[in-house]
């Protein structure tokens, strides 16, 4: 059941990100960063971070469990797809983070 | 020198008797290889005949004895008194059905959703007897060899967060069980079947939670059925889209 | 009192009564068709059989001659051999009916299904589904009598009697578990298939529900019960629960070894060594235990089962319950350790006396699977041969009452039925339930255990079976003031706990009595005061009669066709 509890993080991630970007968008910018800095906050965000990740590799697993892929002769293991998609993750995270946010 | 003893903590219900459930603790002598029904038993035979419970063939294969055992859905012929923490153990009817008395509960409903999957080979033509057996090779037997060894014990519809909320879910022993079907090469049913385990009430409605497979004590693994059949869903409505006169299997 | 009109109702939801079902349903579509159990029907006991089921599929190797030898032999030459030679030549168009219903048989290479070796069989002919043969057959059944519009069923709903009008039978009172009321079922044809009786034994690999429900309810309406001392020992139980490990690990090349690690078989049967027949089987591992070659536990003497030469893979594919079973209750993987198990209760091939179409002798009346005796099995079953028995038979009475009902007019609810349900009532609400002072059922249950586990057992003689029928007769009357503790009507299992205590105490008289009578040793009835086998006296059936007081026994003829009776040497 903890891959549903995780639900409940990104809710909560969700408000607080929400409540950031209306200070961002009312002009508040020195809240909004200051909120972010809290430690509190940071630490929320890396419990939630995990909490996703938790999500993510499990549901690539299940993935893989539910739609094997046959190659010729050989059908593929779930573990096989968790690490193409773990893969897939950081090359579209890095992609990301390159384009939209250290540009 | 003491006997060892557990404490079983029974839900009690006598719908003539109590306006609502209350729990009664029985002590029984304890045996290291005890399951919670050799508890049970002791119990209706020595200490109060008026206990009410299912069970039969003892060994895990009737699905007859489900209860909630200390809050997790189980087969209390096949839980163990030493799995448990310390020497109490609670044991309550399983979770989401009506209860009829103790740990009687009321199964119309899975049993009205088992009919209504069709769990029968459909065939365009039958072919008799005396012509032999239909030949199936063993890896078609492997497609649906593991959703056929369901043993109708409920415990999956106990730990469904989602039959939970909302019982029209088709749920997942059935939804198991016409998977079971639609992959067997014998059957030719798929047309009958589709429109039933598709209905947003059929196999939509799950989000995967999967305590269903962890609960599940035949390893039918019924989450992964669930799953498999939203597949054949989509790629049968893709189908449907890109040849809408594309003949079905 | 309510009362429910069917066309042919039948009482059990087993591999016999879902046969019976649909080759009723089959046979004539408008007739209405009612399944009465007390259980649902995925919780009867052919749920919990493992090994498979023999028909001749393959006859390039088998025939139906050598199935019905290997038969009429195992049963020690009690079986009526007509009814084997229909048997062998029906049991594989029902098998393949079975596969066409759905069965998930265990697969050869080329499709077809898969076959192991069986005791007592003299090839391989016992079909299989890994070692779960009882829970797919019934599944498959259960699952395809759902597509008959015709079949309306009645689960947990306990039958208490049949209901006879001037020598026809009417119908079946029930009580309908939930509300706790009883009913009066009216039919056309009743067919009768409530399995057999093992919870009259202390140890058995039967489930709760085995009470002999039926076999009682036929006797009490006059039909006799035919060949009850021939009780079936299961040679390998284990030793603290009496769960089944299946004769298919036997099959699968298993070995039975004694304290000194011997496969202790080659003294008793050496062609057949494991494959042997269950009675003899049986008889050779308590004899190794008397002599002090068993082992000792907390649980008895025991002896033990190696299968450990058979490795992982074939265990897994082949046996995967065996290791369920014996992981989980045991702590034991059968790959690497010995498996301790011994003799116990498994099976009755006495029960209600039918002819070869099922048929009872009481107009109306019909009866299939364990609980009834055609004769097949005589004295002693070969195993695998009671699943397909089920279907062939269990289809022939369905065929029987249905085309007999289709012929009769419907019963009406007057006297004498009426009466009789309403005393029914009676004796049920008034003289069972109601009393507040007596003795416990539980207690008077296990003393009839006790007596039928030490006093009618693998190993008989005149004390110990007069000393049965005696302490059968005191808890008869010990019953008379029994106490039920439950005193709803509601889900009531104490009321029919006490009921089927009463069932059983009927049939547990009828084993001993007829025990005591056979002065013979024959398949699994063995008498160590007449240990040989006694043709010229004994080569019959023996009957129980109801009467007032003890059994009446008397003989019927056993019918020979082409094998005549000779020495049984395995």
Sequence with gaps: MIREWTSFFVAVFSLIYIY????????AKDSALTLMRNPGIVAFNVLALLFTLYHAFTWFYLIGKVQPIKIGKTTSKPWQALLVNIALLLIISYA???????? | MSQDIATIRVTRYRPEKDGKPFFQEYKVPYRKDMVVLDALNYIKANLDGTLTYRWSCRMGVCGSCGANVDGVPKLTCASFLHEFKGRTIKVEPLSHFPVIKDLIINMDDFMHKLVEIKPWIIRDKESPPEDGEYRQSAEEL?????????INCMLCYSACPVYGLNEKFLGPAATALAYRYIEDSRDQGEAVRFPIVHEIEGVWECTLVGECSVVCPKGVDPMLAIQKTKILGATNALKSLLMPRGSGK | MEHLNHDVLIVGGGAAGLRAAIAAAEINPKLDIAIVSKVYPMRSHTVSAEGGMAAVLRTDYDNFDLHAYDTIKGSDFLADQDVVE???????KESVRLEHWGCPFSRDPDGRISVRAFGGMSVKRTLFATDKIGFHLLHSLFQTSLKFENIRRYDEWFATSILVDNGRVDGVTAIDMRSGELVSFLAKAVVIATGGCGRIYQFTTNGWIKTGDGMAMAYRAGVPLKDMEMVQYHPTLLPNTGILITEAARGEGGHLLNKDGERFLKRYVPNKMELGPRDIL??????????????????????????????????????????????????????????????????????????????TGLPGLYAAGEMACVSMNGANRLGSNSLTECLVFGAEAGIGAAQYASKQGAPSFGNPVQGLALEEEKRIYDKVLKPEKGEKISTIRTEMQKAMEEHVGIYRDENNLKQACRLIGDLKQRMKNAIVEDKDRVYNTDLVSALELDFMLDVAETIAYTAQARKESRGAHFRTDYPKRDDIQFLKHLVAYKTGTVPRIDTMPVTITRWKPEARVY
């Design chain 1, 20 to 27: 950031e970007l209306s200070l961002f968008a009312s002009g």
């Design chain 1, 96 to 103: 990301v983070i390159q384009i939209l946010i250290l540009r």
């Design chain 2, 142 to 150: 492997e497609r649906y060899g593991q959703f056929s060894s369901c």
């Design chain 3, 86 to 92: 229909f048997f062998v030549r029906e049991a594989p």
């Design chain 3, 282 to 359: 049986s008889r050779a591992e308590m004899t190794e235990i008397k002599e002090g070659r068993g082992f000792e536990g907390p649980y008895g003497s025991y002896v033990h089962l190696d299968l450990t030469h058979l490795g992982d893979e074939t265990i897994e594919a082949k046996l995967p319950f065996v290791k369920e079973l014996a992981e989980k209750y045991l702590g034991i993987d059968p790959a690497h350790e010995m498996i301790p198990v011994r003799p116990g209760q498994h099976y009755m091939m006495g029960g209600v006396h039918t002819d070869i179409h099922g048929y």
